[in-house]
């Protein structure tokens, strides 16, 4: 079956690194836009960052822009999200998805299950 499962979550201070991961499996990543959520409590969720299959252009929030980088590797089926820099604003379940469609005109057709991030001293 389709599926996308994010790891590498976790409990982190403000000012620290964390590096998200989005493997896939069921089909192959490379024709896909793949897409970075996050949903606080009480929050709608936000679109994060965003990179393109074949081109590799990618998009990222205003809140994350400089502070994040998403990234893919084909050959393990997996797309990244670098975060440094956290902020307790970036506590959140972030999720990946996955689009046919590129990402200026996503159709995200797969959601994995979320991975926690919580920023907190």
């Known amino acids: 079956q389709l599926q996308l499962v994010e790891s590498g979550g976790g409990l982190v201070q403000p000012g620290g690194s964390l590096r998200l991961s989005c493997a896939a499996s069921?089909?192959?990543?490379?024709?896909?836009?793949i897409g970075w959520f996050r949903q606080a409590p009480g929050k709608e969720s936000e679109g994060v960052s965003c990179?393109?299959?074949?081109?590799?252009?990618?998009y990222y929030a205003d809140s994350v822009k400089g502070r994040f980088t998403i990234s893919r590797d084909n050959a393990k089926n997996t797309v990244y999200l670098q975060m440094n820099s956290l902020k307790p604003e970036d506590t959140a379940v972030y999720y990946c998805?996955?689009?046919?469609?590129?990402?200026?005109?996503?159709?995200?057709?797969?959601w994995g299950q979320g991975t926690q991030v919580t920023v907190s001293s």
């Open positions: 998805a996955a689009s046919m469609t590129p990402c200026y005109r996503p159709r995200y057709a797969y």
């Open positions: 069921g089909f192959t990543l490379d024709n896909y836009a």
């Open positions: 990179i393109s299959s074949s081109d590799s252009n990618t």
